[in-house]
């Protein structure tokens, strides 16, 4: 048994580094703000379905962020808003933006929106941090008092370092798009219309169903811990299955590549994760807030079975991103040969601008 341990140890001390986590992370702050009226149905639909390909995307920056996602629901005015915090956990982002759906009056006050974002969110109080605002919907942003106008809340967020974006969903209207260029304009951000269906491009791939597999197996090594940890873990699957009711294998593929980068962190309530944070130590962590099978074990059988899972994690992670690099080629592929674009993609637009604003951040961004 002594023999078996220290094997396992030594493992655990070879266990290799990959790139970005050698280096010191940056931070990326997204608040996503959407239309929640009635004409914003498909848009939301595409969001729920491409918030993991934006999430493999933002992943792919080096050094691989430490990224907060929050959301804010609007279109009833100043008076009802679905909003939902920043936080680094995924699984909750993506189980609040299930939540999300065309319940909101129409009255779309784009200025305070923004004002609640940059009020109300937590944002990185990291001078480095890269914070951004995505506001998306169709109208004119020139809607609410005068108080809450765009002109007056917009430059908020610029003084608070925080970058907005504007999408504007549908064939614009002139004096419309003049509006969502201004909101843009005022904050250094970008402006960019999608269409009115969300644009999005969905390819099956053989690799669909072997990556959710490997999904399925990258799941049962996660080691749920702390008065949350069962919760936690039950709301990661509960995401798995909600994936894939928002758009099938292919979802459930990008959710699980999201899952493979360092993107994707569960130190919260997971112990493989959790063991790689400075300070932590397993001898702090109670009996009765370890998995039951762990709680017979000795200290020293704890720390080798936690090496354990995190090298089977390691190896898995490893076979799901070889298998999304063999899907994006598949559907590259099958994009050109059927003449398909996303120019009008919600998440293309998304992703485009991260990729600059996290360039000029000092990011280093994959070409595309």
Known sequence: MKKLLTVALALAAMLPVRAEEAKKPGEVDIVICIDRSGSMEQVIDTAKQKVWSIVNDIAKVRPTPVLRIGLIGYGSADKEFRFFDLTDDLDAVYKNLMTFRTDMGGDEWVGATVRKAVKEMSWSKNKEALRMIFMVGNETALQGTDDNMYMKTVPEAIKADIIVNAIYCGAPQPEEERTWREVAKLADGSYTVIDITGGSVSIKTPMDEEMAKLNDALNKTYLAYGSEGKAKKEN??????????????????????????????????????????????????????LPEAMRKMTMDEKKAHIAKMAEEREKIQKDVQAKAVERQKFINAEMQKQGLNQDKAFDEAVRKMIREQAAKKGFEVEAK
Do not use: M, P
């Open 236 to 289: 990661q699957k509960a995401q798995d299955d909600a994936a894939g009711a928002a758009g099938g294998r292919g979802v459930q593929a990008e959710r699980a590549e999201a899952k493979a980068s360092a993107a994707y962190n569960a130190a919260g309530w997971d112990l493989v994760d959790a063991a790689k944070k400075a300070g932590f130590k397993i001898e702090d962590v109670k009996d009765e807030d």
